[in-house]
């Protein structure tokens, strides 16, 4: 069946590291991937979306790229701030509307 | 938009007692999902609907939950009787078949509800 995995958190960095957060899928056909985050105390956002092989999604400085000979989606930030700590999901959507969500990778951003 | 309206926001009640949470999905959206979230078991799907017809309710735990969907602009999902173990964020989701947007799911600002 259809499956996403993330790396385990929790990951500290240093403001201004770069962070980069695993995510590599299984899935039949061609998924749509997604990046959400989630604020403490709110929703799931989106991030970021790529719908084929090679897209690139990008949005505040975060990118992920679809590689689907690696079938993976790592999520990587150049220069990371204080306010971008918050619960990071990957995601999967494969032939129907619902999404497969990895577990949770939560980071934290020390000043 | 006023995005994905979930009320209330938290809900304490006692071990036995009836609780139904409610979803106010955006206009025009075709699918509607109910998440539950806690520490131990992460993100679960629980139901979803397109059109207002049930598709997949594979992850609702147990008879105890029950979900509807009457009207385009209204979903319920009920815990009768409620138990502790039922502690959690609800979440609710929309999404639409096309456009732009098609497929991402926006998501509310979650109910916590809390069994005693």
């Known amino acids: 069946g259809n499956s996403v995995t993330q790396m385990e958190g929790p990951v500290t960095l240093s403001e201004e590291a770069f962070l980069t957060i695993n995510c590599t899928y299984t899935?039949?056909?061609?998924?749509?991937l997604f990046w959400y985050v989630q604020y403490p105390g709110e929703g799931l956002q989106l991030l970021l979306k790529?719908?084929?092989?090679?897209d690139k999604g990008s949005n505040k400085g975060f990118e992920a790229t679809y590689r689907k000979e690696t079938t993976s989606f790592h999520l990587e930030k150049g220069s990371v701030q204080v306010s971008d700590s918050a619960v990071y999901f990957c995601a999967l959507s494969a032939g129907t509307y619902k999404y497969i969500f990895g577990t949770g990778t939560r980071l934290k951003v020390l000043a | 938009d006023a995005g994905v309206i979930q009320s209330p926001r938290h809900e304490v009640t006692e071990m036995g007692q009836e609780v139904t949470l409610r979803c106010k999905p955006i206009s025009g959206h075709d699918y509607l999902f109910w998440y539950r979230q806690t520490m131990m078991r992460g993100l679960e799907l629980l139901i979803y609907f397109n059109n207002n017809v049930p598709i997949d309710d594979s992850g609702m735990p147990e008879d105890r939950f029950s979900a509807k969907m009457p009207n385009a602009s209204f979903s319920t999902l009920k815990i009768q009787p409620s138990e502790p173990r039922d502690s959690a964020v609800y979440f609710c989701a929309s999404s639409r078949e096309g456009g732009l947007a098609k497929n991402i799911q926006y998501f509310g600002a979650g109910t916590r509800l809390s069994v005693l």
């Open positions: 790529a719908t084929k092989a090679d």
């Open positions: 899935a039949t056909g061609y998924p749509s």
